[in-house]
């Protein structure tokens, strides 16, 4: 017999577990009806029959209204349902704060103490090019270096090439230049060397003013232009760097000391009922402890928003929250391009309807803790607490704007899977066993254990055991496989 969850008792709508076929016999919370079509997994049936323009409701809320009839046991998905979404919405600050539900425990992890007192949870040499122009040369740089050095204690060496840093306008440029600022400072790095070009826009003094105070042992600056051969220069500023890095060891960290992003791409419909819930049960526990979760995807938030702003700690905070909000959905009109048309073709295979059903389930990762801050593109984290972020659903892009702004590791929920890896280690957490299994190669975590009689309680004493092994230097499949990539947020014109 198929099988189907209710996830709230004001539902209309079951989502399917194991795939139903048209005439099955189906039981859920002890409802008895018979399947008028096939369900595939992660889709919906009705529980009741929904009129036309009635709301279907799952999570307990609207994820959009029935643009047919639509009777028990009918398949509940793009073909009979449609978005409630439109246009722009005046919001009031209605607050509800929930209590902290975790106990604080002497938990700790072991990473690196930097000089300027942040902590890294990976010890890592990069090197940052100021322009897309010098990413072969920076490439070069690193190819010689660990031919004539072998280096201990270090966890990777990098490149983040990107294409930017010239030819570029207004907020483009600047968000260029603060996005690789945060980057050079990023704690993960035990050294940086900073490679320009020397004609470019973003001249490393102009770079510097946004970079602030810095170890100069750590962080060193060479612009191709004004050396003979800035591949044997900048192999020798390496040497220097790893001089310094040489006898860096981990050391014991209190919890309340990582900073956590929180992301998902490729989603399903069982994103908001195993992986997506089991993040933020985590993300609740982190804040419990004194830690940091960031939240992003600003178009995933659409829908699902106002419960997010009912969570502010205060009327600036939920203002803030308002804007971000509102800020995006101008993006996308300035763009004359639709504002809700947001799952995509994989969303909706995996049984995503709108972008209220997507919505729903992506701001789970977020769990009940109170926002306590909202950030801009690229800005550092300043409180800690559950912070929101301004960056799009992109994934390289959202996961890197993660890391810019300061999170030492992303929580990656996904259903569909991916191999991709930003700057800073990004653990995959399937949403259903099936996937773990397939892509062992790119997941890491298997949040499909919900569906299988594991309790998220227990559940979530595995995972905090495992991200505590992963920020003491286990390393995540995309760092085996040395997928590790930065994206830069641009919106604007191309010189």
């Known amino acids: 017999m198929a099988k189907f969850i209710k996830l709230n008792p004001n539902d209309n709508v079951a989502v399917c577990l194991e795939i139903g076929q048209a005439g099955d016999t189906v039981v859920v919370n002890d409802q008895q009806f018979v399947l008028s079509n096939d369900i595939p997994v992660g889709h919906k049936v009705a529980l009741q029959a929904i009129a036309v323009n009635a709301d279907v409701i799952k999570y307990g809320a609207p994820i959009g209204h029935a643009i047919a009839e639509i009777l028990i046991g009918n398949h ?14 005046t919001y009031s600050f209605n607050q509800r704060l929930n209590e902290i539900r975790y106990a604080k425990r002497d938990l700790t992890f072991n990473g690196y103490r930097r000089s ?9 040499i990069w090197i940052v090019p100021t322009v897309g122009c010098v990413n072969g040369q920076a490439q070069q740089i690193i190819n010689r270096f660990q031919k004539e050095v072998n280096p201990e204690n270090v966890d990777a060496i990098e490149v983040f ?10 907020d483009d440029h600047v968000n260029t230049q603060k996005a690789l600022a945060q980057l050079i400072n990023h704690p993960n790095a035990g050294g940086v060397l900073v490679l320009g070009l020397g004609c470019e826009n973003n001249q490393i003094a102009h770079l510097k003013k946004f970079i602030g105070e810095y ?4 962080i060193k600056f060479l612009v191709s232009q004004e050396v003979e051969d800035e591949v044997e220069a900048g192999v020798e500023i390496l040497k220097e760097i790893y001089e310094h890095m040489k006898n860096d060891r981990r050391e014991a960290i209190p919890l309340s000391e990582l900073k956590v992003g929180l992301k998902c791409g490729g989603s399903d419909g ?15 526990f982190l804040i419990a402890q004194g830690g940091t979760t960031v939240l992003t995807e600003v178009p995933e938030m659409f829908g699902a928003e106002t419960i997010l702003m009912a969570r502010a700690k205060d009327q600036l905070t939920f203002e803030k929250t308002v804007s971000l909000i509102n800020d995006f959905k101008d993006y996308y009109t300035q763009h004359n391009l639709p504002v809700y048309e947001n799952p995509s073709p994989g969303n909706k295979d995996g049984g995503i309807s709108t972008l209220e059903d997507k919505s729903l389930g992506c701001t789970q990762k ?35 704007a993660l890391g810019f702004s300061g999170c030492q590791l992303v929580l990656f929920t996904t259903g569909r899977g991916t191999p991709f890896g930003s700057f800073v280690p990004t653990m995959k957490i399937s949403t259903n066993s099936a996937l773990f299994t397939k892509k062992k190669n790119w ?11 594991k309790t998220m309680d227990q559940l979530l004493e ?15 499949r995309h760092e085996e496989s040395g997928f590790k990539e930065i994206s830069i947020f641009k919106t604007g014109v191309t010189l």
Not at 116 to 124: L, V
Request: proline content about 3%.
């Open 76 to 89: 509940v998905h793009t073909h009979n349902l449609k978005t409630n979404l439109s246009g722009t919405i």
């Open 116 to 124: 300027n007192g942040n902590t890294g949870i990976r010890n890592e």
């Open 161 to 170: 090439k990107h294409n930017y840093g010239c030819s570029q306008l207004g």
């Open 215 to 218: 170890d100069a042992n750590r």
């Open 270 to 284: 069982f994103s908001g009922i195993t992986a997506n819930p089991l993040v933020g049960v985590f993300s609740d």
């Open 366 to 400: 977020g769990g009940t803790a109170t926002v306590v801050d909202v950030l801009k593109y690229a800005e550092p984290i300043c409180e800690k607490g559950l912070n929101l972020l301004s960056a799009p659903g992109n994934d390289l892009v959202a996961a890197s």
């Open 443 to 453: 997941i890491d975590f298997n949040a499909g254990q919900l569906l299988e009689g």
């Open 462 to 476: 595995e995972f905090i055991q495992y991200i505590i092994e992963v920020s003491s230097g286990k390393k995540l």
